[in-house]
């Protein structure tokens, strides 16, 4: 009996010991959960990124289409470019086509185009760039607004050929625009991730087309 006495009352101290270690251990779990929530919570749209319009039509049996979008940067943002810190704007096209199989609906995604697009400020040439890195093509000029107006301008981009689309079908067009943060030098990024003013997104904008049901 005295051993049983004994040993009774030390089993709630272990309990409570295995407590005490695993509770600091829960605190950084959750330290850490709260800040990738945190990185990777979904971008909101901003004012200082809108598109304006998104036109589609047809030629050379090519659908294309033509875009325009304004950019006011915050002062935040102007200052890093005059400090000729490259700033670095991502653009998205996703084009779907919308089906629908013994009466259900599906979505079929036909493109996605991602490409990073540099806009940088050289002091000695006093000139600014913008260098698509997706075609590489390079162009310089005289003042900021030139440049954004530049960047904020697709004309005639091809999405599909026209004999890649069905006759009598439903399709969304989808343009997003906003500022790769990412790309920033190393010290710069955990600012960004904190400061809304680097958060420039547009959001989705989008235009549904329907194809003739005689197509071609």
């Known amino acids: ?8 009352p030390s089993m709630p101290l272990c309990r409570q010991t295995d407590k005490q270690r695993l509770k600091p251990a829960l605190n950084w779990t959750g330290l850490f959960t709260f800040l990738i929530l945190l990185i990777w919570q979904p971008a909101m749209a901003s004012d200082e990124i809108r598109i304006m319009q998104v036109t589609d039509y047809q ?3 090519q659908l294309l289409f033509d875009s325009q979008t304004q950019f006011h940067l915050p002062q935040a943002l102007i200052d890093a470019i005059y400090n000729e810190i490259p700033l670095t704007f991502e653009t998205e096209i996703i084009f779907t086509e919308h089906q629908r199989l013994i009466g259900i609906k599906y979505d079929r ?3 996605n185009i991602r490409y ?20 590489q093509n ?11 107006a530049t960047l904020g301008t697709l004309a005639a981009f091809p999405v599909l050929s026209l004999s890649e689309l069905h ?5 969304t067009l989808k343009l997003r625009i ?23 997104d547009s959001d989705w ?3 549904t087309l329907y194809t003739p049901k005689s197509w071609l």
Do not use: C, D
């Open 138 to 148: 390079r162009q310089h000029f005289s003042s900021l607004n030139k440049a954004l």
């Open 116 to 135: 990073q697009t540099q806009l940088s400020y050289s002091s000695f040439h006093n000139r600014y760039t913008l260098e698509n890195q997706r075609n």
């Open 109 to 111: 995604e036909r493109v």
């Open 59 to 61: 030629e050379n049996e």
């Open 1 to 8: 009996m005295a051993l049983a006495l004994q040993a009774n």
């Open 205 to 207: 904008f989008e235009t």
């Open 167 to 171: 006759p009598g079908q439903k399709y």
């Open 178 to 200: 906003r500022l790769n943060y990412w790309r920033l030098p190393a010290p710069m990024i955990l600012n960004a991730l904190f400061n809304p003013e680097w958060q420039l």
